[in-house]
C-alpha cells in the first residue's frame, strides 16, 4: 500500500495555520498507514514525517504493518501525540474535531498547554475520495465477489425460505470466497421490500412476492454494495411497470454519474423523476464507497461534493417504494470515468422471475 504518498499528500495540503495534524479516526489512519488494530492516533508533520502512537497490544503489529513510520507505545495515545507535538516546539496543531468525543477532546487540551488545537476539517476524507490502482483493484474484487454471491443465492430461493436464512447464507457464500459481509445484509420479502432498510426476520417467501436483497462484500478493508430486486414469479403487472420504471432511473442515472457531473444534480434529477411519476422518495441516490461503506462523495440533497473525478467509487441506487405493498430498488457499486460511469458491480437488471 503506497502509505507514503499519502501522507505526503497530506502534509501538502495541511493549511499554513497549521503546522502538524494530529488524526485520531481509525479509518483515516489505516488509509495513512496501513494499520488496522483499534486503538491509534498519528501526527503528521509538514515535512510528511509521521508518528503512530499505539498500546502495547498492538506494537508488533504496527511494527508489520506500517512502512516509514514512527511508532510510540503509550496507553493514552492522542494526549501522548499532542504533548510530543508541544515538546517539538510546534504552535497549532489539526484535530478531526468532529470525531472527537468531549471527553478525549479535554484530555487533549489538557495535553497540548500553550499550543493551540484547531479543528482541520475532513482533510483525510477528501484525500480518500478518489482512489489508487491497489483501492480501485481491492473494491472491483469485492464487487466481483458480490456479483458471484448473488448468482449463488438467487439458485437457492424458493418459498418456505426466511429473509434470516437468506442473509446468513449472503454471509456464508461471501465467507467461502474469502470476504467479509461490507455491512449487514438487507433482504426484504413481499411487503417488507418497501421498507428501505428492513432488517431480516423471519417473514417467509411466499409466490408472488417482490424480493430485495442489498449487500456486499469486503476485501482488504473495501467495500462493495449492491442491491437486486426479483420476483417469485410470475410478477403481478404493477411488479413489472415498478421493476421497469427503476431500471430505467438506474441505467440514466448510471450514464449521467460521469467526470464533470455535480453530486447534488445527479440526485436532484432522479428525485424530479420519481415524484413526477407520482411516487415519494425515500433516499438520496448514492455515495462513495472505500474504506468505509459510506463515504465522500455523497450524492443527497445539501451535498456539497464537488464535481465528480476519474476514479472516483459511487453506488447509484434510486429505489421506489410502495408502502404495505413492496419496493424496488437497483444498486451498483460503478467508478466514474472520463468517458462515463464504469459499473463494477455487472449481476443482471432486468426483472428476474424464479
Ligand atoms: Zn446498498
Ligand atoms: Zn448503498
Known amino acids: 500500500m503506497p502509505t507514503m504518498a499519502r501522507t505526503r499528500a497530506l502534509a501538502a495540503a495541511l493549511e499554513p495555520r497549521v503546522d502538524g495534524f494530529l488524526v485520531t479516526t481509525l479509518v483515516n489512519i489505516r488509509y495513512l498507514t496501513g494499520f488496522t488494530g483499534s486503538n491509534a492516533a498519528v501526527l503528521v508533520l509538514p515535512d510528511g ?10 506494537a508488533t503489529q504496527a511494527a508489520a504493518e506500517t512502512d516509514g513510520v514512527d511508532i510510540v ?16 516546539g510546534l504552535r497549532q496543531v ?28 475532513p482533510l483525510v476524507e477528501r484525500l480518500r475520495i478518489v482512489k489508487d490502482d491497489d483501492e480501485l ?19 437457492t430461493l424458493r418459498a418456505g425460505v426466511s429473509e434470516r436464512d437468506v442473509a446468513w447464507l449472503l454471509r456464508t457464500e461471501m465467507h467461502s470466497r474469502g470476504a467479509e459481509p461490507a455491512f449487514d445484509s438487507i433482504v ?20 408472488g412476492d417482490l424480493i430485495k436483497m442489498d449487500f456486499g462484500a469486503a476485501v482488504e478493508g473495501y467495500h462493495s454494495d449492491m442491491t437486486r430486486t426479483v420476483v417469485l414469479g410470475p410478477a403481478a403487472e ?25 453530486p447534488v444534480e445527479l440526485d436532484a434529477e432522479v428525485r424530479r423523476r420519481i415524484i413526477d411519476s407520482g411516487h415519494d422518495v425515500a433516499h438520496g441516490l448514492g455515495h462513495g464507497v472505500g474504506l468505509e461503506i459510506h463515504e465522500s462523495p455523497f450524492l443527497v ?3 456539497d461534493a464537488d464535481t465528480l473525478v476519474e476514479r472516483v467509487p459511487v453506488t447509484v441506487e434510486p429505489g421506489v417504494y410502495l408502502p404495505g405493498r413492496g419496493g424496488v430498488r437497483i444498486e451498483d457499486t460503478v467508478v466514474v470515468r472520463a468517458g462515463g460511469a464504469e459499473p463494477l458491480t455487472t449481476s443482471p437488471r432486468d426483472l428476474i422471475e424464479i
Open 137 to 155: 483493484s481491492a473494491i472491483a474484487t469485492a464487487c466481483q465477489v458480490t456479483d458471484e454471491v448473488f448468482a449463488a443465492v438467487l439458485s
Open 238 to 262: 404493477w411488479q413489472r411497470e415498478l421493476h421497469a420504471l427503476v431500471r430505467e432511473l438506474q441505467r440514466d442515472a448510471r450514464a449521467a454519474t460521469v467526470t464533470g457531473a455535480l
Open 49 to 58: 514525517s509521521t508518528v503512530l502512537a499505539t498500546d502495547g497490544r498492538y
Open 188 to 207: 426484504a420479502f413481499g411487503p417488507d421490500s418497501a421498507r428501505p432498510h428492513h432488517q431480516p426476520t423471519e417473514r417467509t417467501l411466499a409466490r
Open 73 to 88: 507505545v503509550a496507553r493514552s495515545v492522542g494526549p501522548e501525540l499532542v504533548s510530543h507535538a508541544a515538546a517539538a
Open 94 to 121: 489539526g484535530i478531526e474535531r468532529r470525531q472527537v468525543s468531549l471527553t478525549a477532546y479535554d484530555a487533549l487540551l489538557a495535553a497540548a498547554g500553550d499550543m493551540a488545537l484547531i479543528d482541520a476539517g
Open 301 to 303: 440533497p445539501g451535498s
